[in-house]
């Protein structure tokens, strides 16, 4: 069974940034295909940030240019950067591994194993 375990979520305010971390075990981030997806109270779940195996990323337009996804193998993690945090990037924000796959995908399907999540809380 696989364990993703997501931390660093908090309060921030708007313009702040934040750095998401997912644990994945017994997988090694590199074997598998990650994302980071986040719901909104009332919302549908949505794809946030995806990394392929060739290194390869792909990001929701909402976040382009302020979050940056990455793996860091050496430490088996992956991470998100948040930067310019506004209020609408309050969510869950939840971490997700799935079959290996080069490239990257913001669907929610192409995911088999989700964390619990970690709130994030931006405040104007």
């Known amino acids: 069974q696989v364990q993703l375990a997501e931390s660093g979520g908090g309060s921030v305010q708007a313009g702040g940034s934040l750095r998401l971390i997912c644990t994945v075990f017994?997988?090694?981030?590199?074997?598998?295909?990650m994302a980071w997806f986040r719901q909104a109270p009332g919302k549908e779940r949505e794809g946030v940030a995806a990394?392929?195996?060739?290194?390869?990323?792909g990001f929701a337009d909402s976040v382009k240019g302020r979050f940056i996804i990455a793996k860091n193998v050496a430490k088996n993690i992956l991470s998100l950067e948040m930067n310019n945090l506004k209020s609408e990037d309050t969510a869950m924000y939840y971490c997700?591994?799935?079959?290996?796959?080069?490239?990257?995908?913001?669907?929610?399907?192409?995911?088999?194993?989700w964390g619990a999540g970690t709130q994030v809380t931006v405040s104007s």
């Open positions: 017994p997988y090694t981030v590199d074997k598998c295909r």
């Open positions: 997700a591994a799935g079959p290996f796959s080069i490239d990257w995908s913001l669907s929610s399907g192409a995911y088999t194993y």
């Open positions: 990394i392929g195996d060739d290194g390869s990323t």
